[in-house]
């Protein structure tokens, strides 16, 4: 697509169930990236891919968190056990090469969870 | 280690006005920095950006932004502020010691009001 498409838009659950949000990057992008917002906490980097593969996940706040990529393309963020706290809007990006410093990033509109 | 602070989390300007939005840095390299605009319920979209060319960026819709590395700030400007502009800003920083996502680090945002 010509963008960032993130599903569903928004996401209301209770308390102690599962959740998965979906990312499908512009398509061709190699890295791609997962950001939590809340409010007054600003924007939050959870996780990255560079194709399948992410290097780093000391950023995820909780074991109950977890992502995964296929096929170098959609990614998925999933919570399990999701908590109140886990409220927030959690945006996508993607970029076509993995140098964040030189590389613009493209978000998704968001996933607004609500967990009550 | 990186940082960035935006020095005013509230902005309201008249329309026709002037807009200034401050951003201050720390890095301990050479630093890329970014400025994204968040409209409501929409995702983020980069304003411009500073990778070490001139140190005066524009971007789109009429906004600017001057690197001083002396000063350590990035502010945004706009000569003339339209109803459009209102929205949440982010600065956002990036070092590139070798590459990998924990390099980008977003302030906190500031709301832009504009008032008629």
């Known amino acids: 697509g010509a963008g960032v498409s993130q599903s569903p838009s928004n996401k209301v659950t209770e308390k102690g169930k599962d959740v998965e949000l979906r990312c499908d990057p512009i398509?061709?992008?190699?890295?791609l990236y997962w950001y939590r917002q809340s409010l007054g906490q600003g924007l939050e980097f959870l996780i990255y891919?560079?194709?399948?593969?992410?290097?780093?996940k000391s950023g995820l706040p909780s074991d109950r968190f977890s992502a995964e990529r296929t096929g170098g393309s959609v990614s998925t963020l999933t919570i399990q056990r999701t908590q109140q706290e886990d409220s927030a809007v959690y945006l996508c990006?993607?970029?076509?090469?993995?140098?964040?410093?030189?590389?613009?990033?493209?978000f998704g509109a968001g996933t607004r969870l609500s967990v009550l | 280690a990186q940082s960035v602070t935006q020095l005013d989390s509230h902005v309201s300007v008249s329309e026709g006005t002037p807009v200034l939005l401050r951003c201050n840095y720390s890095s301990s390299y050479s630093p890329s920095l970014f400025w994204y605009v968040q409209h409501p319920n929409k995702g983020l979209q980069l304003l411009l950006k500073y990778t070490s060319a001139a140190t005066l960026v524009k971007g789109i819709n009429g906004f600017e932004a001057e690197f001083k590395k002396s000063e350590t700030s990035f502010h945004l400007t706009k000569p003339s502020a339209h109803m459009s502009d209102a929205a949440e800003y982010f600065c956002v920083v990036s070092e590139d010691p070798g590459g990998g996502a924990d390099g980008l680090t977003f302030g906190k945002g500031t709301h832009l009001i504009i008032q008629p």
């Open positions: 891919f560079q194709g399948n593969s992410a290097p780093d």
């Open positions: 398509s061709g992008h190699t890295a």
């Open positions: 990006a993607s970029s076509s090469y993995p140098r964040i410093a030189k590389n613009i990033q493209y």
